[in-house]
Nanobody
Framework: QVQLVESGGGLVQAGGSLRLACAASGRTFSRNTLGWFRQAPGKEREFLAAITWSGASTRYADSVKGRFTISRDNAKNTVYLQMNSLKPEDAAVYYC?????????????????WGQGTQVTVSS
C-alpha cells in the first residue's frame, strides 16, 4: 500500500519558518516528480512547488517563490518544503503528492498519490 505522510506543520508567527517533510512508503518515488500543494478553507487546492527525480529542476508558484524551497532525499524517499517568511495568507492544509512521471509537472491531475495533509497556521 502506497502512503505519503506529511509532518512538520503547526502554528508559527508571521515572519517565522517551518519545514515540512513527506515520507513515502509502499514504493519508491526516486524516479518521480514530487510536489507540494495547499488548500485554504473555501479555496481550491493550489500548486506550490515541484521537483524532478534528480532534484535538478524545480518550479514554484509566484506566491511562494523566493520564500519556499523544495528538496528531496531519494535515499529516504522523502520530500521537504522549507518555508520562510511565512505570512498569515500561507495558512492552509499542506499536501505532498507524487506524480506518475519524471517530467516537471504542476497540474493536480498529473499527481496520482497524495498525503493526508498537515495544517499550517500563521498568526499575525
Amino acid at each position: 500500500q502506497v502512503q505519503l505522510v506529511e509532518s512538520g506543520g503547526g502554528l508559527v508567527q508571521a515572519g517565522g519558518s517551518l519545514r515540512l517533510a513527506c515520507a513515502a512508503s509502499g514504493r519508491t518515488f526516486s524516479r518521480n516528480t514530487l510536489g507540494w500543494f495547499r488548500q485554504a478553507p473555501g479555496k481550491e487546492r493550489e500548486f506550490l512547488a515541484a521537483i524532478t527525480w534528480s532534484g535538478a529542476s524545480t518550479r514554484y508558484a509566484d506566491s511562494v517563490k523566493g520564500r519556499f524551497t523544495i528538496s528531496r532525499d531519494n535515499a529516504k524517499n522523502t520530500v521537504y518544503l522549507q518555508m520562510n517568511s511565512l505570512k498569515p495568507e500561507d495558512a492552509a492544509v499542506y499536501y505532498c503528492a507524487a506524480a506518475q512521471t519524471s517530467i516537471l509537472v504542476v497540474a493536480r491531475a498529473n499527481y496520482a498519490y497524495w498525503g493526508q495533509g498537515t495544517q499550517v497556521t500563521v498568526s499575525s
